[in-house]
C-alpha cells in the first residue's frame, strides 16, 4: 500500500473557527511532512516530522499547529486564519527523511473566509 | 528564496513528440527529484538522481543532472496526452531543507 490519505478533500472555514485537517500513511514511514500551494505555484514545505518529533518548523505562523500522534497519523490544527491561508495543503510521506522519495497525498483544499 | 526555476515555464507540444525541460537550483545537493502534478491534485514521484550521478533512466523519461551548473533536465520521449501535467523538480540541500522549482506546465495535445 503506498497510498497517504488526506481528509477532508475540501474544506471552507471562517476566520474564527477551529478546524483539523489529517493524513493517514500505512507504509511504515517514519517521516511526515505538511505543504502548503497556492494556485499556479510550487508546494512549500511547512513542517517535518521524524519518528514523530517536530524536526523542522519553517517559519510558519502559530495559527497552524501540527500534531503526529503516532507514526502512521499527522494532523494540522487550524486556529484564526487570515483568507490568505486559502491553499491545497498536501501531506507527504518518506522513509525516513526529505532527501527520499515522498509519497503524496491529495490534498485538502482550504477556503478561508 | 533557495527555490530552484524552471524553464520554461509552460510547453505546448503535439502527441509523440519529445518533451524537455530544465530545472536550476542554487546550493549544494545531495539528491535531485522530479515530480509530476495533475491539476490540484498530488503530486508524483518520477526519478531521483543522486549528485554523483549524471544521468537517468525510467521508462520514458531521462533525467541528467550537471552539478557545476546546478542545472537538471527532464527528457519526456513519445508524449501522450496523459503526461499533460505540471513538472517539479526538487532538491535537498545542507540543514534538512526541500524546495520544489517554479514548474513547467506541460500540455501534450492529442
Known amino acids: 500500500d503506498t497510498e497517504v490519505t488526506q481528509t477532508p478533500k475540501h474544506l471552507v472555514m471562517g476566520m474564527t473557527n477551529k478546524k483539523s485537517l489529517k493524513c493517514e500513511q500505512h507504509?511504515?514511514?517514519?517521516?511526515m511532512y505538511w505543504y502548503k500551494q497556492k494556485a499556479k505555484k510550487p508546494p512549500e514545505l511547512m513542517f517535518v516530522?521524524?519518528?514523530?518529533?517536530?524536526?523542522i518548523n519553517e517559519s510558519v505562523p502559530s495559527r497552524f499547529s501540527p500534531e503526529c500522534p503516532n507514526s502512521s497519523l499527522l494532523n494540522l490544527h487550524l486556529h484564526a486564519l487570515q483568507p490568505e491561508d486559502s491553499a491545497l495543503y498536501l501531506c507527504?510521506?518518506?522513509?525516513?527523511?526529505?532527501?527520499?522519495?515522498?509519497?503524496f497525498g491529495p490534498g485538502t483544499r482550504l477556503l478561508v473566509l | 528564496s533557495q527555490q530552484g526555476e524552471e524553464d520554461p515555464q509552460a510547453l505546448s507540444i503535439q502527441e509523440g513528440e519529445n518533451a524537455t525541460m530544465n530545472c536550476s537550483y542554487k546550493?549544494?545537493?545531495?539528491?535531485l527529484q522530479w515530480y509530476r502534478q495533475n491539476s490540484g491534485r498530488g503530486l508524483v514521484h518520477l526519478i531521483l538522481i543522486r549528485s554523483n550521478e549524471r544521468e537517468k533512466h525510467s521508462g520514458r523519461l531521462r533525467v541528467t543532472l550537471d552539478t557545476s551548473k546546478k542545472s537538471s533536465s527532464l527528457l519526456i520521449t513519445a508524449s501522450r496526452a496523459a503526461d499533460t501535467a505540471s513538472y517539479f523538480c526538487?532538491?535537498?540541500?545542507?540543514?534538512?531543507?526541500?524546495?520544489f522549482g517554479t514548474g513547467t506546465s506541460l500540455t501534450v495535445i492529442p
Open positions: 507527504a510521506s518518506s522513509q525516513q527523511g526529505l532527501r527520499e522519495t515522498q509519497y
Open positions: 526538487a532538491t535537498d540541500g545542507t540543514g534538512n531543507q526541500f524546495y
Open positions: 516530522y521524524s519518528y514523530e518529533k517536530l524536526s
Open positions: 507504509m511504515g514511514h517514519r517521516a
Open positions: 546550493t549544494s545537493i545531495n539528491n
